[in-house]
Each structure stands twice: as structure tokens, then as C-alpha cells.
């Protein structure tokens, strides 16, 4: 069974930085990419990143470039996302979300539980 | 970016309705439109993929069609599981994947 488990979320101040886990489990996690996904009720569901199965290629929103950043860790079947210069319209939920496949584009065929990150004073 | 616009909004219907959304989209995407229902507090759950192709697991009684650049969900006879909100996505290329709106599907 696929399973997503986020973590790392939490409360930060405006300027501040946190970095969101998920570890994978229940499939071959080196042969898919893998995304975050944010959501919140005034925008709903907005893709933040993805990261293709090797880490080779790396795609951000342009709400995010430049201030977050994805990686992997394939031996440790863990996602990661750095997030930096926070402010209050980061706030959301943080969904890790599994593609169909290996590449960039793809849909998303699993969703962790998600993450909560408060951005505020 | 590419635009999705989900109608409707907001759906009332009740147990055994035909129910269909629709997902219109700024610019040609072929057939690379996903479906998703989500509940309350829960992740986003896929339905469909590649406009038709049902996920696996999932009840017949979900299908969607289209191409190019408007797409239908269809329910064919709505279950009291199903009341959720629905959102189809676009992963056309590699240009940012973006989600519709939503359509909450509720109790008549």
C-alpha cells in the first residue's frame, strides 16, 4: 500500500523558513516523480514543485521560484521541500503527492495526509 | 499559464441523480486531464485519468470524456459516498499543472 507521510509543518513568522518531509513507503520510490501541492480555501489546489524520479529536473510556480526548493533522497525514500522568505499567502495545507511516473508531467496518482504551514506574526 | 474553469460551482442532487461537470480549459491540452473528489479534512483522491481511463479501484459508475479543451465527469447514478467536491487538473507538458475550481456535490 502506497503510503505518504508528511511532516515538518508548522507555525513561522513572516521572513522565516521551513523545510516540509515526506517519507515514502508501499512502492519503488526512485522510479516516480513526486510534487507538493498546496492548498488553501481562498485559491484552492495550486501545484507548488516537482521533482523528476532521479532528481535530475526540478520545476517550481512561479509564486515559489526562487524561494523554495525540492529535493529527494532516493536511498532514505524521503521528499523534501525548503521553503524560504515565507510570507502570509504561503499559508496552506502542504499535500506530497506521488505522479504516475517518472517524469515531470504526470498526474498525481497518491496524496499524503498533508502538512499544515501558518505563516504569521 | 493554462486557465480551468470547473461548472458547476455548486451542484445539489440527490441519491441516484445522472450528475456531470464540466472542465473547461484556456488552451488545448489534448487528453491530459485528471479527475479528483476530495472530503472534508481528507487529501485529494484521483479518479481519472488521461480525460477517460477510470483508476483503478474506482466505481464504474464515474467516467469522463472530452479532448482538446472541454471535459466532462459524469456520475451515472450519484451514491451517498459521492458527495465531495470534485476538481479536474491539467498536466499538459510542462507547463505548471493547474486545478479547476472545485464543484461541491451536495445533498438535494
Known amino acids: 500500500e502506497v503510503q505518504l507521510l508528511e511532516s515538518g509543518g508548522g507555525l513561522v513568522q513572516p521572513g522565516g523558513s521551513l523545510r516540509l518531509s515526506c517519507a515514502a513507503s508501499?512502492?519503488?520510490?526512485?522510479?516516480?516523480?513526486m510534487s507538493w501541492v498546496r492548498q488553501t480555501p481562498g485559491k484552492g489546489l495550486e501545484w507548488v514543485s516537482v521533482?523528476?524520479?532521479?532528481?535530475?529536473?526540478?520545476f517550481y510556480a512561479d509564486s515559489v521560484r526562487g524561494r523554495f526548493t525540492i529535493s529527494r533522497d532516493n536511498s532514505e525514500n524521503t521528499l523534501s521541500l525548503q521553503m524560504n522568505s515565507l510570507t502570509a499567502d504561503d499559508t496552506a495545507i502542504y499535500y506530497c503527492?506521488?505522479?504516475?511516473?517518472?517524469?515531470?508531467?504526470?498526474?498525481?496518482?497518491?496524496w499524503g495526509q498533508g502538512s499544515l504551514v501558518t505563516v504569521s506574526s | 499559464d493554462i486557465q480551468m474553469t470547473q461548472s458547476p460551482s455548486t451542484l445539489s442532487a440527490s441519491v441516484g441523480d445522472r450528475v456531470t461537470i464540466t472542465c473547461r480549459v484556456s488552451?488545448?491540452?489534448?487528453?491530459?486531464l485528471a479527475w479528483y473528489q476530495q472530503k472534508p479534512g481528507k487529501a485529494p483522491k484521483l479518479l481519472i485519468y488521461?480525460?477517460?481511463s477510470l483508476e483503478s479501484g474506482v466505481p464504474s459508475r464515474f467516467s469522463g470524456s472530452g479532448s482538446g479543451t472541454e471535459f466532462t465527469l459524469t456520475i451515472s447514478s450519484l451514491q451517498p459516498d459521492d458527495f465531495a467536491t470534485y476538481y479536474c487538473?491539467?498536466?499538459?507538458?510542462?507547463?505548471?499543472?493547474?486545478f479547476g475550481l472545485g464543484t461541491k456535490v451536495e445533498i438535494k
Open positions: 503527492a506521488k505522479g504516475a511516473d517518472w517524469t515531470a508531467q504526470s498526474y498525481f496518482d497518491h
Open positions: 521533482i523528476t524520479s532521479r532528481g535530475g529536473k526540478t
Open positions: 487538473q491539467q498536466y499538459d507538458s510542462y507547463s505548471p499543472r493547474t
Open positions: 488521461k480525460a477517460s
Open positions: 488552451e488545448s491540452i489534448n487528453r491530459w
Open positions: 508501499g512502492f519503488t520510490f526512485s522510479s516516480f516523480a
